[in-house]
């Protein structure tokens, strides 16, 4: 059986979502489990049961600090190893993004599969053009973004969900594989004519400060890595393809444009 990480977040409920549509025999895991899933709480080593899975789709549990990602990765993994677990998938970072603000504890995630002893696809996904989308910032009808002129190799999360699931469905055919995961670029000037509204770049200071000063609910690690977001793009180290993901799935990918542009779209103020 697979088992699917973070069952009620975005991704991980669309892989598992797909996985069943397809009809593979899946689970969910979650810290507030539903129907027709199983508690799995990270931060509860002594909790975590895996019995009876095969094959572990391990969705980074990001939202925290390093050494908490690193913690709450370290006891799935000795879990997986513990109740017998065959294959990890786990749902990493493009390899373009190795400069961002939350790529250590995701490349310290990759060595650690690497070291389980456990069969173990890395799937190193794109940033989702649905946040792309979402970082824009609507102010009197017109979009303003730190992107500047730069551009990012979005991706649609349920193209990445569909990997996922591809692979999870037959691990031992990926084994030992790690695939960079991105889209085609996109600017936030072309998302913006996509809506029909002027495109406004303002400066990371600015940004910085708005998301200090007026962007209530943030956690204190996000400021550092939403900035380091906007400086990757618009400094040019987030726009590079690869044909992984196409060749992965046997398809065209779905749109990043109109996939970044509806993100952006529902986020309009009215």
Request: proline residues 5%; aromatic residues 4%.
């Amino acid at each position: 059986m697979i088992l699917v990480t973070g069952a009620n977040g975005n991704l991980g409920s669309a892989v598992l979502a797909r996985l069943r549509a397809d009809g593979v025999a899946a689970t969910g895991g979650s810290r507030t489990p539903d129907d027709g899933t199983r508690r799995l709480d990270f931060d509860d080593p002594p909790g975590l049961d895996l019995a009876g899975v095969s094959t572990l789709v391990l969705v980074s549990a990001g939202y925290a600090e390093d050494d908490q990602v690193l913690a709450r990765h370290t006891a799935v993994l000795d879990a997986a190893r513990r109740d017998g677990v065959r294959h990890v998938v786990y749902t990493s970072l493009t390899g373009a993004g190795d400069h961002l603000g939350f790529a250590l504890a995701h490349r310290a995630t990759e060595r650690l599969v690497r070291r389980s002893g456990l069969a173990w696809t890395i799937l190193r996904n794109g940033l989702y053009a649905e946040l792309f989308g979402g970082l824009l910032m609507w102010t009197d009808g017109a979009l303003e973004s730190a992107f500047g002129d730069g551009a990012l190799a979005a991706v649609a999360r349920a193209d990445l969900a569909d990997a996922a699931a591809l692979v999870a469905a037959d691990p031992a055919r990926h084994s030992g594989r790690v695939l960079d995961l991105v889209g085609t670029p996109v600017t936030a000037e072309r998302v913006a004519t996509r809506l029909g509204v002027p495109h406004r770049s303002v400066g990371l200071g600015e940004y910085r400060r708005r998301l200090l000063d007026e962007t209530p609910g943030l956690l204190p690690f996000q400021p550092p890595m939403l900035v380091s977001i906007a400086t990757g793009v618009r400094h040019g180290f987030l726009d590079g393809t690869t044909h992984d993901l196409a060749d992965l799935l046997g398809r065209p990918l779905r749109d990043p444009l109109a996939t970044a542009a509806a993100a952006a779209s529902a986020a309009r103020p009215e």
